[in-house]
T-cell receptor, first 112, second 114 residues
Framework: KQEVTQIPAALSVPEGENLVLNCSFTDSAIYNLQWFRQDPGKGLTSLLLIQSSQREQTSGRLNASLDKSSGRSTLYIAASQPGDSATYLCAVGLWNFNKFYFGSGTKLNVKP | DVKVTQSSRYLVKRTGEKVFLECVQDMDHENMFWYRQDPGLGLRLIYFSYDVKMKEKGDIPEGYSVSREKKERFSLILESASTNQTSMYLC?????????????FGEGSWLTVV
C-alpha cells in the first residue's frame, strides 16, 4: 500500500524567508502528485499538480518538483508571507485515478 | 467556478443516532469521494463512487455507508453514530479520464458524537 510522509510536521519561519516542504512516497508507480493548502477548519485547495512525466510545476511564488525514482517531491515557497500560514498536504494519484493517498501535512507558520 | 458543497458544516449528534452528510458538486464530475481527517492521521478514504449508483469501499468503510442516486449528489451515512466517528468529514469530486485529474474538495463537515 502506498504510504505518503511529510516532514516536518510543523515549521515556523520569519516573513521573507524561502522555504522547502518535503513529501515522500513509498511506491514510485504514481500517476500524478498534487500539493494542497488547507486553512484551519476548511477544505483543501489544490495548488499544483505534477504529472508523473513532469519534473516540476510553478505557480507564482510556488515551485513543486517531483523525483519519482527516489519517491520524493518538494514544495518551494519563495519570499514567504504571513498569508502563507496554513497546512500544506501532498497527495499521490495512482494509475487507478480513483485513488489518492495523502500525507498528514506540514503546518506552516510565517511570522510577521 | 468549481464548487463542492457540503450542506452541514457543524453537527452534534448522540451515540446511536443515524447521521446523514450530504455533498453536492456542480461540475458534472463522475468521481466523488468521502474522506475523514483526523490529527496526525491525514485524510483517509471512506468510500468513493465513480458513477451513479456505483460505489467502492475505501480504506476505512466500517460503520459507514453511502448513496449516490444522482450524479451531482453523494451522501455519507452513519447508521449508528459512535464517539470514535467524531471527526472532520471531507467530500471531494474529480473528473473521469486520465487527463491529469485534480480533485476538488468541499469545506468539510465537523461531526461531534456525544
Amino acid at each position: 500500500k502506498q504510504e505518503v510522509t511529510q516532514i516536518p510536521a510543523a515549521l515556523s519561519v520569519p516573513e521573507g524567508e524561502n522555504l522547502v516542504l518535503n513529501c515522500s512516497f513509498t511506491d514510485s508507480a504514481i500517476y500524478n502528485l498534487q500539493w494542497f493548502r488547507q486553512d484551519p477548519g476548511k477544505g483543501l485547495t489544490s495548488l499544483l499538480l505534477i504529472q508523473s512525466s513532469q519534473r516540476e510545476q510553478t505557480s507564482g511564488r510556488l515551485n513543486a518538483s517531483l523525483d519519482k525514482s527516489s519517491g520524493r517531491s518538494t514544495l518551494y515557497i519563495a519570499a514567504s508571507q504571513p498569508g502563507d500560514s496554513a497546512t500544506y498536504l501532498c497527495a499521490v494519484g495512482l494509475w487507478n485515478f480513483n485513488k489518492f493517498y495523502f500525507g498528514s501535512g506540514t503546518k506552516l507558520n510565517v511570522k510577521p | 467556478d468549481v464548487k463542492v458543497t457540503q450542506s452541514s458544516r457543524y453537527l452534534v449528534k448522540r451515540t446511536g443516532e443515524k447521521v446523514f452528510l450530504e455533498c453536492v458538486q456542480d461540475m458534472d464530475h463522475e468521481n466523488m469521494f468521502w474522506y475523514r481527517q483526523d490529527p496526525g492521521l491525514g485524510l483517509r478514504l471512506i468510500y468513493f463512487s465513480y458513477d451513479v449508483k456505483m460505489k467502492e469501499k475505501g480504506d476505512i468503510p466500517e460503520g459507514y455507508s453511502v448513496s449516490r442516486e444522482k450524479k451531482e449528489r453523494f451522501s455519507l451515512i452513519l447508521e449508528s453514530a459512535s464517539t470514535n466517528q467524531t471527526s472532520m468529514y471531507l467530500c471531494a469530486s474529480s473528473p473521469a479520464g486520465r487527463s491529469g485529474n485534480t480533485i476538488y474538495f468541499g469545506e468539510g463537515s465537523w461531526l461531534t458524537v456525544v
